[in-house]
Nanobody, 126 residues
Framework: QVQLVESGGGLVQAGGSLRLSCAAS????????MGWFRQAPGKEREFVAG????????AYADFVKGRFTISRDVVKNTVSLQMNSLKPEDTAVYYC???????????????????WGQGAQVTVSS
């Protein structure tokens, strides 16, 4: 498995921006995909964005398209989520995740991921 540590959560007003980062260690970074999920109180964990090992392929949930951008740095072994135009409904704990080695399926499938970070709280006030 991969060890993942998130950072960058916090409190922001609606319309503001936050950037989440996730540092990965324990497995060759270029062999797996990375994703961000979120979970609000009383709701199931849901896919937000993902990026494959080749960096070329990305995927986004419809509710963040045009507002969030996922990127990864293969030198620093990090993946980031830039979140702009935040809304109160974006409030949740955000989790960084790594797929199984060589995963070639869809990034939004939660079963693709076998390593999870501890989560970072994002709170958007209205």
């Amino acid at each position: 498995q991969v060890q993942l540590v998130e950072s960058g959560g916090g409190l922001v007003q609606a319309g503001g921006s936050l950037r989440l980062s996730c540092a990965a260690s324990g497995r060759t970074f270029s062999t797996y995909g990375m994703g961000w999920f979120r979970q609000a109180p009383g709701k199931e964990r849901e896919f937000v964005a993902g990026i494959k090992w080749n960096i070329i392929s990305t995927a986004y949930a419809d509710f963040v398209k045009g507002r969030f951008t996922i990127s990864r740095d293969v030198v620093k072994n990090t993946v980031s989520l830039q979140m702009n135009s935040l809304k109160p409904e974006d409030t949740a704990v955000y989790y960084c995740a790594a797929t199984r080695i060589g995963w070639a399926g869809l990034l939004h499938e939660i079963n693709a991921y076998d390593s999870w970070g501890q989560g970072a709280q994002v709170t958007v006030s209205s």
